[in-house]
Each structure stands twice: as structure tokens, then as C-alpha cells.
């Protein structure tokens, strides 16, 4: 079962980037209508691909496959494709299956780079709760992490590169993110290929010795970290014990493989990233893509209201006797509940609409990607068994 799950993934992951193409093909081509249809039709299937790879990797383990940093990255790419979908079949854009889909793609390949096997359940995820605010949280910032694709065609279109400033800049360092993800997955292979592995012995924070594996170079390494592994080279620096080295060290490796990965792409392109990108969003109605943008909020907000304040509290409060404990994740979960109610307050009451609308959910998508990524693999916390 665990094997049919992993090639429903699989297949899901081609069928994605078959429907992007075909997306691609309908804002380039003179049949861009049956290209969509076809797009839109294989997005579909490939959704219900990885809708059997949820399931069956569910009666597999005997629990929501949503417990660990593979299986949320992959739930969360799956629900911003059905976010997709159902935006689609609304307002029929296709440029928006071009820059949502490979989002998701990402997202997949990138949780696809850390351990896939099914783990029993600690004390604290075994509970009905654990489908009920991790599905809904997943949901939700899937939803509002469309109104970032449709913030980001917005951009790119709107955008003027031949002159200088701040704009052309960030729009840039958004793709460079982006890029980094792909960044870090071509290096995760790369260190894979040479079976990498590097052992060290440390002092964790409660002052117990432990050791740690890491299969990338250690650029940073444990507390008072003593390298185990024969013929591998020492870390470069060791940090505090609160921080998760390992994690940081993939974090930091996926920033330098973007960077690497963005100055090819600007050197074959032979002009900005978002430059290169606007053929794309050639035909793109502004008035529809803010509209999608602005629609994904009022949607994406209540549900992850509903999922990662509430739902989490009530769990919280089954799990560890508190409805709040001021964890690293509570906090960021907080911080981007506020961020888009702000957002909501801007645009309603403040006139926020278009571009500036577009800006707020470049920031807010920075703010999820933090808390998926930075949190998780950064900052110990009682989150940390997401790892």
C-alpha cells in the first residue's frame, strides 16, 4: 500500500507539470481554449492522483498523512491545486494555472527531499484533531497562497524594468525564493548521488550528549558539535543548542543553490527573471487577477482562522492542558492572522486595491513560507516533531 502511494504521488507530480505546459500552450497559442480544456482536464486527474495517494498512504499508516514535514508539504501542495481548480472553473485564467501549478510542483519536490516512511504517532498527534487542524490550516493557507500567484502576475505585468528602483528588485527576489526551492532540491540530489553523510557528536539544551546526521555539507554544525564521520570536514561554525542546525543547514544550502540556479537562469535569459516572464502575462485582464487575489483572502482567511486559531486551540488544549503556550508556531500562525486581517482592513477600508493589493500578498506568502519553513526546520519548539 505504502508503495502504491508513492507512485500515485508520482504520478501526480507528472500530470501537474503535463497541465502546466498545457496551460502555457493556452496563452501562447491560437487554440488557447481546447489547450486549457486539456490543461485543466489533466490538472484534474492529476489531482485525483495524489487524492489516492493521500488515501492510501492514510490506510497505510492508520492516520492523516499530514504529521510530518513530507506529508504537510504534499498535503499542502495537493490543496493549492484544488484551490486552483475551483478558482479556475470561476474565472477561466489561464495564466494563473502557469504560475500556481509549478508552485505546487515545488512544494512536492521539495517535501519529496526529506523522509517519506511512515512513523507511528507521538502521544500528542494521536487524536481526531490532528486531521482537523492540520487539514484545515493546510487548506487555508493553500487558498491564500493563490492570491500570491495572482499578486505575483499582477507584478510582473504591471512592473516597469526599465526603470530602476525597488519594484524590478523584489519582484526578483520573489522568484529567487521560488527558485530556491528547486535550488535545494538539485543539491539534496546531488549530495544523495555521493551517498553524503556526516555524523557529530553534541550538547543539546537540556545538556545531554546526543549525535546528529547530516547528509549535506555542515556548513553550520551542533553545539560544541565534535564531527564523528571519518574523512568528512568539519563544520564551519557551531550555534546555540535552540537552534536546529541541521534544518538551518538545509535552509541555508536551498539559499545558495538558488542563488546559483538564478544567476544561470540570468545569464542564459540574458535579462531579468520577471522580464523574461511577461510574454506570459501578455493578455492577462489586471482587473480579473487582482479580483482573484482579493477573492482567494476572503476565502483563505476564515478557513485558516478557523483552522489554525481555533482548531489549534482546542487541540492545544487536549494535547497539553493550554489553549496557548506562546510556541514558536502559535506565534507565526498569530502573526499571519494578523497580517491578513490587515490586509482585509487595507483594501476594504483604506482603498488598498491593484498593485498595493498585489505587494500585500507577496508579503503575506513570505510570512507562510516562514512559518512552513523557517519555524519548522529553525526554531525548536513543541511543533518540532514536523520535522
Known amino acids: 500500500m505504502a508503495q502504491l502511494s508513492g507512485n500515485l504521488l508520482y504520478t501526480a507530480f507528472i500530470l501537474y507539470l503535463i497541465g502546466t505546459a498545457f496551460f502555457g500552450g493556452a496563452i501562447r497559442g491560437k487554440k488557447g481554449n481546447k489547450a486549457a480544456k486539456i490543461g485543466i482536464f489533466i490538472t ?41 481548480i475551483v478558482i479556475y472553473f ?55 497562497s493563490v492570491s500570491f500567484a495572482a499578486g505575483l502576475i499582477y507584478l510582473v505585468k504591471v512592473v516597469d524594468y526599465s526603470k530602476k528602483g525597488q519594484k524590478p528588485f523584489w519582484v526578483e527576489f520573489t522568484l529567487y525564493v521560488l527558485i530556491s526551492f528547486l535550488g535545494f532540491i538539485l543539491i539534496s ?52 543548542p535552540w537552534i536546529n542546525t541541521v534544518k538551518l543547514n538545509t535552509v541555508i544550502w536551498s539559499l545558495l543553490g538558488g542563488a546559483l540556479l538564478y544567476l544561470l537562469l540570468r545569464v542564459v535569459l540574458r535579462k531579468p527573471i520577471g522580464k523574461a516572464l511577461k510574454p506570459a502575462v501578455t493578455k492577462v485582464n489586471l482587473d480579473v487577477v487582482d479580483e482573484i487575489g482579493y477573492r482567494a483572502v476572503t476565502i483563505g482567511f476564515p478557513v485558516f482562522t478557523l483552522g489554525g486559531l481555533i482548531f ?44 498595493k493589493s498585489a505587494w500585500l500578498t507577496l508579503v503575506g506568502f513570505a510570512i507562510i513560507l516562514f512559518n512552513l519553513i523557517g519555524v519548522n526546520l529553525i526554531i525548536a519548539g513543541l511543533h518540532s516533531y514536523a520535522m
Open 312 to 355: 489549534a486551540a482546542i487541540w492545544a488544549q487536549i494535547a497539553w492542558s493550554r489553549f496557548w503556550a506562546w510556541d514558536p508556531k502559535e506565534v507565526w500562525a498569530f502573526i499571519t492572522w494578523l497580517f491578513y486581517a490587515g490586509y482585509l482592513h487595507l483594501r476594504l477600508s483604506k482603498g488598498w486595491e491593484g498593485e
Open 189 to 240: 540530489i546531488g549530495f544523495g548521488a555521493i551517498d553524503y553523510e556526516a555524523q557529530f557528536s553534541y550538547i543539546n539544551k537540556d545538556g545531554a550528549q546526543e549525535q546528529v546526521t547530516y547528509n549535506l555539507y555542515p556548513i553550520v554544525g551542533p553545539n560544541d558539535g565534535e564531527l564523528l564521520t571519518e574523512n568528512r570536514m568539519d563544520s564551519i561554525v557551531n550555534l546555540s
Open 90 to 144: 470561476i474565472y477561466k485564467t489561464s495564466t494563473l494555472g502557469v504560475f500556481t501549478l509549478p508552485i505546487a510542483l515545488l512544494l512536492i519536490a521539495y517535501a519529496a527531499m526529506f523522509p517519506s516512511d511512515i512513523s507511528p504517532l507521538i502521544p500528542a498527534l494521536q487524536s481526531h484533531w490532528l486531521a482537523i487542524h492540520v487539514s484545515t490550516v493546510a487548506l487555508g493557507i493553500a487558498i491564500l
Open 44 to 84: 484534474i486527474l492529476g489531482f485525483i492522483a495524489q487524492l489516492g495517494y493521500f488515501i492510501t498512504r492514510w490506510i497505510a499508516g492508520g492516520h492523516a498523512p499530514v504529521s510530518n514535514l513530507f506529508e504537510f508539504t504534499t498535503f499542502f501542495g495537493m490543496m493549492m491545486v484544488l484551490a486552483f
